[in-house]
């Protein structure tokens, strides 16, 4: 079956424009995580999606930052007025059920360009 | 908070050599422990896993064991190959942190031939 799949693979845009990541996690996975992979930060955790529960979105840098999963699969990661910081590979995984033990599987990533 | 480190990279290594790769976390609880690997050009995958302690995780040749005592997961392969270049992250989740993964800094390994 299919994977994880994100679009675009790559953004370039202006500082000050807001962008759009989507993601589309495999089929019956209930949880869907969003990460931030950067030169200065490494992998980082920046919102999580299991089920029909509020999201935990503790680890959003900013309120520039939101994101949104509408009918328990697809995922929107939108960041208003993007900065120079932003720049980052953007990645999505999603697990069956968000258990500890469960692993994660990751899409290709966005690659977002902040000039 | 939780955290994880690893040995500072890059290693480079001749084919058929021995690796380690040290890691060592910090969490309450009993996290899982993991190691992802990203071949160049390729999105994250899992490589092997370890849920509770003393657990062995094992693939492709590659093996780590979960030590409590040490808070460690060091990943070690007795026979490396070309095609095992690739950047190597260990990770831990608890599912008390909504099983996010806290990601190492990656270790960028390259084998030649």
């Known amino acids: 079956g299919a994977g994880v799949s994100q679009s675009p693979s790559n953004k370039v845009t202006e500082k000050g424009k807001d962008v759009e990541l989507r993601c589309d996690p495999i089929s019956g996975h209930t949880a869907l995580y969003w990460y931030r992979q950067s030169l200065g930060q490494g992998l980082e955790f920046l919102i999580y999606?299991?089920?029909?529960?509020?999201?935990?979105k503790s680890g959003l840098p900013s309120d520039r930052f939101s994101a949104e999963r509408t009918g328990g699969s697809v995922s929107t990661l939108t960041i208003q007025r993007t900065q120079q910081e932003d720049s980052a590979v953007y990645l999505c995984?999603?697990?069956?059920?968000?258990?500890?033990?469960?692993?994660?599987?990751f899409g290709p990533g966005t690659r977002l360009l902040v000039l | 908070g939780d955290s994880v480190t690893q040995m500072e990279g890059p290693v480079t290594l001749s084919e058929e050599a021995f690796l380690t790769i040290n890691c060592t976390y910090t969490a309450t609880g009993y996290p899982s422990l993991f190691w992802y690997v990203q071949y160049p050009g390729e999105g994250l995958q899992l490589l092997l896993k370890?849920?509770?302690?003393?657990d062995k995780g094992s693939n492709k040749g590659f093996e780590a064991t979960y030590r409590k005592e040490t808070t460690s997961f060091h990943l070690e392969k007795g026979s490396v190959q070309v095609s095992d270049s690739a950047v190597y992250f260990c990770?831990?989740?608890?599912?008390?942190?909504?099983?996010?993964?806290?990601f190492g800094e990656g270790t960028q390994l390259t084998v030649n031939p």
């Open positions: 999606f299991q089920g029909n529960s509020a999201p935990d």
């Open positions: 370890a849920t509770k302690a003393d």
């Open positions: 995984a999603s697990s069956l059920g968000g258990g500890r033990v469960e692993t994660q599987y």
């Open positions: 990770a831990l989740s608890r599912e008390t942190s909504g099983s996010r993964l806290t």
